[in-house]
């Protein structure tokens, strides 16, 4: 369904740590996940993304997970750093063109 | 990635105007265009889909007499906010893209006085 308005979660990790953020996702039939880094007062931007006939996908830094049996999905940031204190959202596609967002976590870095 | 620009970028206005927000591709052109707002501390909820030559379509609960949106060509579309009142305060974000890319304005922050 269609995702509801919620205030976010905070996950607090040490600079250097690795942080793991986590997503549930509402379609079984979504075939291609992304993950966006908004900063504050910015739009969205692009992090890395997964498709459906995989289950893992590595980036620079970071690596999202798929598990499409219990529609979960993580992204893990290696040596978090203070540039990466943003709020995250996964977004999984539903429709040809269409997305629908999750309701994100924001990330504190600790110095 | 597409470079997608808003306009503008703030924006004040008293209760009852009417307020326009552009949303412009620099570099790519999109048939499809989206529309999201998003209140603090909240996700981004799709208000509606634009389609470029046609009518809006919206999500359950977006009124479309209030958010008129035009999507006159392949890199602008506009999201006017009619007769805006408070409880529309809020930060308005469009997007483009294709089927596996999605390029995301830097948004327009509206506050309605």
């Given at each position: 369904g269609e995702s509801v308005g919620l205030h976010?979660?905070?996950?607090?990790v040490q600079e250097g740590d690795n942080s793991i953020i986590n997503c549930a996702y509402s379609n079984s039939a979504s075939d291609y996940f992304i993950w966006y880094k908004q900063e504050s007062g910015k739009g969205p931007q692009f992090i890395i993304d997964i498709r459906s006939n995989m289950d893992k996908r590595q980036g620079q830094?970071?690596?999202?997970?798929?598990?499409?049996?219990?529609?979960?999905?993580?992204l893990q940031i290696a040596a978090t750093q203070p540039g990466d204190s943003a709020v995250y959202?996964?977004?999984e596609r539903v429709g040809t063109y269409k997305y629908i967002f999750?309701?994100?976590t924001r990330l504190k870095v600790l110095a | 990635g597409a470079v997608v620009s808003q306009h503008p970028s703030r924006v004040i206005c008293k209760s009852g105007t009417s307020v326009k927000i552009e949303c412009r591709s620099l570099d790519f052109q999109?048939?499809?265009?989206?529309?999201?707002r998003q209140f603090p501390k909240q996700s981004l909820m799709l208000m509606a889909t634009s389609n470029e030559g046609?009518?809006?379509t919206y999500e359950q609960g977006v009124e479309k007499d209030k958010f008129l949106i035009n999507h006159a060509s392949l890199t602008l579309s506009t999201l006017t906010?009619?007769?805006a009142h408070p409880e529309d305060s809020s930060f308005y974000i469009c997007s483009m893209g294709a089927a596996?890319?999605?390029?995301?304005?830097?948004?327009?922050?509206?506050?309605v006085t």
């Amino acid at each position: 369904g269609e995702s509801v308005g919620l205030h976010l979660p905070t996950l607090s990790v040490q600079e250097g740590d690795n942080s793991i953020i986590n997503c549930a996702y509402s379609n079984s039939a979504s075939d291609y996940f992304i993950w966006y880094k908004q900063e504050s007062g910015k739009g969205p931007q692009f992090i890395i993304d997964i498709r459906s006939n995989m289950d893992k996908r590595q980036g620079q830094r970071v690596t999202v997970l798929l598990n499409k049996t219990v529609k979960h999905l993580s992204l893990q940031i290696a040596a978090t750093q203070p540039g990466d204190s943003a709020v995250y959202f996964c977004a999984e596609r539903v429709g040809t063109y269409k997305y629908i967002f999750g309701t994100g976590t924001r990330l504190k870095v600790l110095a | 990635g597409a470079v997608v620009s808003q306009h503008p970028s703030r924006v004040i206005c008293k209760s009852g105007t009417s307020v326009k927000i552009e949303c412009r591709s620099l570099d790519f052109q999109a048939t499809t265009m989206f529309w999201y707002r998003q209140f603090p501390k909240q996700s981004l909820m799709l208000m509606a889909t634009s389609n470029e030559g046609s009518k809006a379509t919206y999500e359950q609960g977006v009124e479309k007499d209030k958010f008129l949106i035009n999507h006159a060509s392949l890199t602008l579309s506009t999201l006017t906010v009619t007769s805006a009142h408070p409880e529309d305060s809020s930060f308005y974000i469009c997007s483009m893209g294709a089927a596996y890319e999605q390029y995301f304005g830097p948004g327009t922050r509206l506050t309605v006085t």
